[in-house]
């Protein structure tokens, strides 16, 4: 299968990859970033709105709490690599003996071919599981009624909450 940029006049992106011909009524991408929520420190991407349940729930689960975030993707698991975008909305903790969250996030690209071009990713996600599959449910720009998913696997977490996961979405969109 060969492997397309998407634009003749910019350089591949590292982090996404035409996996069709361009012949076929609808487009497939493979896109892989990193995922950044970092609830802990000094500048928070991701906050508390609600705070959880205080009975009939695991002491474990914090069912009901609710998270808004603002964080970054990234080409690389380091902070530091570049910015390609951001993932904004919210994710509650829906389990009530697990840690089980309910995720409804919009995925924002600032890069190349992909800037101004957002995905809609919203679904269960076991955090515990070593990898999560989550839906796309739709998109804007080059992605706008698109469809697929997105395998998950947490790279690293710490004891403030903050984490980064990997994710490996494919998108299929109807050629604009």
């Known amino acids: 299968m060969a492997v397309l940029s998407s634009s003749a006049q910019q350089p591949p992106l590292n982090w996404a990859r035409r996996l069709d011909s361009g012949d076929g009524p609808e487009s497939v991408t493979n896109l892989q970033f990193y995922f950044h929520d970092l609830p802990g420190g000094k500048n928070p991407t991701a906050v508390q709105v609600v705070k959880p349940a205080s009975s009939g729930t695991s ?5 009901g709490a609710v998270v808004m975030a603002d964080d970054p993707l990234t080409e ?3 902070r530091s690599s570049k910015v390609i975008g ?3 909305g919210m994710y509650a903790a829906a389990g009530r003996s ?3 969250l309910l995720m409804s996030m919009s995925y924002g690209f600032t890069d190349g ?3 101004g071009s957002s995905l809609s990713i919203v679904g269960r996600n076991r955090a515990v599981d070593p990898t999560r599959e989550l839906p796309v449910l739709g998109g804007t720009g080059v992605f706008r009624m698109a469809r697929g998913y997105a395998v998950i696997k947490t790279v690293s977490a ?3 909450g903050d984490a980064v996961v990997h994710y490996n979405v494919t998108v299929y969109a109807p050629r604009l």
């Open 98 to 100: 697990e840690i089980s």
């Open 76 to 78: 690389s698991a380091d």
């Open 59 to 63: 002491i474990n689960s914090f069912f």
């Open 113 to 115: 071919d992909y800037d």
């Open 158 to 160: 710490n004891a403030r």
């Open 86 to 88: 951001r993932a904004q």
